[in-house]
C-alpha cells in the first residue's frame, strides 16, 4: 500500500481516502489493519476498541455477516493529520438475505507515519431491494 503522510493536501487527502476504499472493498482484515496504528483506537457505532488484532476480529465478524460488500468513500474534509468522510455502502444479510445500503461519517487521525491511530465511525442501515442497488461490482 502506498505511504501518505500528514500534513496532507487536498490531493494526498483524497488519494488516502482512495486507498481506504479500496482496501476495504479488498474484504481481507489483515491487509486493511496495516493501514491503521498498533494501537489504532477505534469507535464503530456502539463498539469500542483498540489495536489491530481487534480491527481483524472485527472485520472478520463484519464481512462474514455483511455478503457482497461494496463500499464507497467520499472526502469530506481535512487538516494537516486528519480526515472526515462520509460513505456509503451496499451488502447483503447473510441469515435473512435482506439487503442494506450503510449510510455514514468517519472521523480519521493519523500518527506522523501515516498510519490511522484514531477512527471514529457513525452510521445508519437502510433496507432496499436488491433492485435497489447502486454498486454493483460483483
Same mark, same amino acid.
Given at each position: 500500500?502506498?505511504?501518505?503522510?500528514? &500534513?496532507?493536501?487536498?490531493?494526498?487527502?483524497?488519494?488516502?481516502?482512495?486507498?481506504?476504499? /479500496?482496501?476495504? /472493498? #479488498?474484504?481481507? &482484515?489483515?491487509?486493511?489493519?496495516?493501514?491503521? %496504528?498498533?494501537?489504532?483506537?477505534?469507535?464503530?457505532?456502539?463498539?469500542?476498541?483498540?489495536?489491530?488484532?481487534?480491527?481483524?476480529?472485527?472485520?472478520?465478524?463484519?464481512?462474514?455477516?455483511?455478503?457482497?460488500?461494496?463500499?464507497?468513500?467520499?472526502?469530506? %474534509?481535512?487538516?494537516?493529520?486528519?480526515? #472526515?468522510?462520509?460513505?456509503?455502502?451496499?451488502?447483503?444479510?447473510?441469515?435473512?438475505?435482506?439487503?442494506?445500503?450503510?449510510?455514514?461519517?468517519?472521523?480519521?487521525?493519523?500518527? #506522523?507515519?501515516?498510519?490511522?491511530?484514531?477512527?471514529?465511525? %457513525?452510521?445508519?442501515?437502510?433496507?432496499?431491494?436488491? #433492485?435497489?442497488?447502486?454498486?454493483?461490482?460483483?
Amino acid at each position: 500500500m502506498k505511504k501518505i503522510i500528514p &500534513p496532507f493536501t487536498k490531493e494526498t487527502a483524497a488519494e488516502k481516502v482512495q486507498l481506504a476504499e /479500496n482496501a476495504w /472493498n #479488498s474484504k481481507n &482484515p489483515e491487509q486493511v489493519a496495516l493501514a491503521y %496504528s498498533i494501537g489504532s483506537q477505534w469507535r464503530n457505532r456502539d463498539k469500542f476498541f483498540t489495536g489491530r488484532k481487534a480491527i481483524v476480529d472485527f472485520l472478520s465478524n463484519k464481512w462474514n455477516k455483511e455478503l457482497h460488500y461494496e463500499l464507497r468513500k467520499h472526502l469530506w %474534509s481535512f487538516t494537516d493529520n486528519r480526515i #472526515s468522510v462520509r460513505f456509503e455502502y451496499e451488502w447483503q444479510h447473510a441469515e435473512t438475505g435482506q439487503w442494506y445500503r450503510t449510510h455514514g461519517n468517519e472521523h480519521w487521525e493519523f500518527d #506522523s507515519e501515516g498510519l490511522m491511530k484514531v477512527r471514529d465511525m %457513525s452510521a445508519n442501515d437502510i433496507k432496499i431491494k436488491e #433492485s435497489e442497488r447502486k454498486f454493483i461490482n460483483q
